[in-house]
């Protein structure tokens, strides 16, 4: 479109006027074709000219295409392109030939891409909240390393500081007090039922050696071991939830390795460190903050600004990743701002840092609240999540609301065995596909020679039309990193299989119609397969 407005240009139909950015869109009615501009309507804008008048003028200076049937200029200035059949069919080898493949593009062209995601403290165990940013950060890590960027996942672990002290100091004491012994747990302490938990562990491993050893070397033992029990539950939760880290980093590593002391000491030399009322500040305002911010507190102990200024420090000047994307929970919303300003304070074009944020999550049992955990009666852990409902709900429902919306978490809908759970209605798509596949194997139909120029009945079509939107979704995912689109087009595409099984009888008497709707059914079942893996979701050839 952008050659056919030049082209206009240099025939006077169009005044020398910058062109404006041309988009094509998918319509929602499926009337008005495979794809549709307002191109003309943008023109309009730019040159004062009738937008139906500048829609006719670009359509009849346009190239033909092999793959566009016609192409319908609409009120007030849309075109409209509507696909050939032969070629959609076409498609389907397509699929066949890519498999798990298909949907793979290459806008990343190899850029190396860190997502850094759940991260929490290691002072206690994964709750709900913390499930919803694990499965944001795993599903954008796969759809970037689809769209053919070079992806690392990363958990960074704030295992030094202040918050961890007062876990050890918790874990001390109820320690002590397992062993019959008088102890109090900090006021700004860890009170979870948790931590009585780890306690009973320790005291069974290890006995009561630590109740003998003077308190500060007890309280920094029994830390190392209570944080290991931490970490390790956290690992186990996340692999039980499908996710994977390629990286551990710990915030104590930024201490031994130094980025910490070369951090403080760069923005000092630039000019952005001052001290005032005994701390160590950034002087964000510099940057165009509202507010300067700690960097080291007038007790002389660095607060986690600090390193997370050396945290990316080592991200992006270390390590060179081109991008670095952030999934964080709703309580770091007011730390977004001042972190960009950092990483500009280092250089770094802030752009290149980018932070999600996704809102909480609350749980129901259809209409009823679900605020604390039956066994514990404090967090509902993630654990206790995946007891309830597995894995594959997890995801899903995690996945179908955007990052920056409030979530209801429907546990009885998660457990259905019904259409209405939209769990059960896609998987069982699969299912139902893999089902007629078999069948076709067992009655040794071989329909590898099928012609799916056949498939030219309006079901058959739209279902093809749904498979091929895989490719741009991927696109689009990547480019907007909001993966909840996902769950709705896993939703979309079993919706047409449906439809399509319901009006076209797939194994007939029929030998060609067969073999052309088995090679359709076949492509069906890679797409919806490659949906799922993409959600981090299992594709059952059985239910």
Same mark, same amino acid.
């Given at each position: 479109m952008n050659q056919a407005a030049a082209e206009a240009q240099k025939e006077g139909k169009l005044p020398q006027v910058a062109l404006p950015e041309a988009t094509i869109e998918r319509p929602q009615n499926p009337e008005h074709g495979d794809y549709a501009s307002g191109f003309p309507m943008k023109l309009a804008r730019a040159t004062r000219a009738n937008p139906m008048k500048i829609a006719q003028d670009l359509v009849g200076l346009m190239t033909p295409y092999l793959e566009v049937e016609k192409i319908v200029v609409a009120p007030p200035g849309f075109i409209n392109f509507t696909l050939k059949s032969r070629w959609l069919t076409n498609q389907v080898e397509s699929i066949l030939a890519a498999g798990e493949d298909f949907g793979n593009i290459d806008i990343g062209k190899g850029s190396n891409v860190q997502v850094e995601f759940v991260s929490i403290n290691p002072t206690g165990p994964l709750h709900v909240g913390h499930g919803r940013g694990a499965i944001l950060g795993s599903t954008l890590s796969n759809v970037l390393q689809a769209a053919g960027c070079q992806v690392q996942k990363e958990y960074y672990f704030n295992d030094a500081g202040s918050q961890m002290h007062a876990f050890y100091r918790s874990l001390y004491a109820r320690y002590l007090q397992g062993l019959g012994k008088e102890a109090e747990v900090p006021e700004n302490g860890y009170h979870g039922a948790y931590m009585i938990d780890f306690? %009973? !562990?320790?005291?069974?491993?290890?006995?009561?050696?630590?109740?003998? +050893?003077? !308190? *500060? !070397?007890?309280?920094?033992?029994? #830390?190392?071991? #209570?944080? *290991?029990?931490?970490?390790?539950?956290? %690992?186990?939760?996340?692999?039980? +939830? $499908?996710?994977? @880290?390629?990286?551990? @980093?710990?915030?104590?590593? +930024?201490?031994?390795? /130094?980025?910490?002391? &070369?951090?403080?000491?760069?923005?000092?030399? %630039? #000019?952005?460190?001052?001290?005032?009322? /005994?701390?160590?500040?950034?002087?964000? &305002?510099? +940057? #165009? !903050?509202?507010?300067?911010?700690?960097?080291?507190?007038?007790? $002389?102990?660095?607060?986690?600004?600090? &390193?997370?200024?050396?945290?990316?420090?080592? %991200?992006f000047l270390e390590r060179k990743f081109d991008r670095v994307i952030n999934v964080w929970g709703a309580d770091h919303q007011g730390h977004v701002p001042r972190l960009k300003a950092a990483v500009s304070a280092l250089g770094v074009d802030p752009a290149r840092l980018e932070i999600i944020i996704h809102q909480m999550v609350t749980l129901r049992r259809g209409k009823e609240l679900v605020r604390v955990s039956k066994r514990s009666g404090d967090i509902i852990t993630l654990r206790e999540l995946l007891d309830e409902v597995g894995t594959d709900a997890c995801r899903f429902f995690f996945l179908a609301r955007s990052a920056d919306s409030q979530m209801d978490f429907d546990l009885e809908l998660a457990k259905k065995e019904s259409a209405d759970n939209p769990v059960y209605y896609v998987q069982y798509a699969h299912a139902r596909i893999a089902s007629i596949l078999r069948l076709a194997q067992e009655r040794g139909i071989d329909y590898s020679q099928g012609d799916v120029g056949l498939l030219t009945g309006e079901p058959e079509l739209v279902l093809i039309r749904k498979l091929l939107l895989l490719p741009e979704l991927v696109e689009m995912v990547a480019r907007t990193l909001e993966p909840h689109h996902f769950p709705h087009y896993a939703q979309d595409l079993a919706t047409a299989f449906h439809s399509f099984y319901k009006l076209c009888r797939v194994i007939s008497e029929d030998e060609a119609t067969t073999a052309a709707r088995l090679k359709l059914v076949e492509a069906t079942k890679i797409v919806l397969a490659r949906t799922l893996h993409l959600m981090g979701m299992t594709a059952p050839e059985k239910m």
């Open positions: 306690a %009973k !562990e320790i005291i069974a491993e290890q006995g009561d050696r630590f109740a003998r +050893l003077p !308190e *500060a !070397e007890a309280i920094a033992e029994i #830390g190392k071991l #209570g944080l *290991a029990k931490v970490i390790g539950q956290i %690992k186990a939760d996340l692999l039980r +939830l $499908g996710v994977t @880290f390629d990286n551990w @980093f710990t915030e104590r590593s +930024l201490y031994d390795q /130094g980025q910490y002391e &070369t951090v403080m000491k760069l923005l000092r030399e %630039k #000019g952005y460190v001052a001290e005032k009322e /005994g701390a160590i500040w950034f002087v964000s &305002t510099a +940057l #165009g !903050e509202d507010k300067d911010n700690v960097l080291v507190r007038s007790d $002389g102990s660095p607060g986690y600004f600090a &390193t997370d200024i050396a945290y990316h420090y080592n %991200k």
